[in-house]
């Protein structure tokens, strides 16, 4: 059982940054691929930057390339998403979200889930 618990959320204005914080639970972090998602109001969840369990490889939906950046240090058990030029689109609820399989992380259909917190951008 992974528990994960996200931090670092707010209110910003376009153009600032921001950085996302997960801590996860258990002794097994490094075997974990970790990832984000997020949800806008009346928008399904849809995938944002996932990383594999040494870091090495890191996957990035289109819309977010360039502006932000997904880490991680496994011996604080965290993942990072630096967000860079935030834009009023960025709002939603971001979830961190972690499984053992990179291939079920990708698609959404990965283990565990965060509980969520809130990014909002103002124009």
């Known amino acids: 059982q992974v528990q994960l618990v996200e931090s670092g959320g707010g209110l910003v204005q376009a153009g600032d940054s921001l950085r996302l914080s997960c801590t996860a639970s258990?002794?097994?972090?490094?075997?974990?691929?970790m990832g984000w998602f997020r949800q806008a109001p009346e928008k399904g969840r849809e995938f944002v930057a996932a990383?594999?369990?040494?870091?090495?490889?890191?996957y990035y939906t289109n819309s977010v390339k360039g502006r932000f950046t997904i880490s991680r240090d496994n011996a604080k058990n965290t993942v990072y998403l630096q967000m860079n030029s935030l834009k009023p689109e960025d709002t939603a609820v971001y979830y961190c979200?972690?499984?053992?399989?990179?291939?079920?992380?990708?698609?959404?259909?990965?283990?565990?889930w965060g509980q969520g917190t809130q990014v909002t951008v103002s124009s």
């Open positions: 990383i594999t369990g040494t870091g090495v490889n890191t």
């Open positions: 979200a972690a499984d053992s399989q990179l291939s079920k992380l990708l698609t959404g259909e990965n283990a565990y």
């Open positions: 258990g002794r097994t972090f490094s075997r974990y691929a």
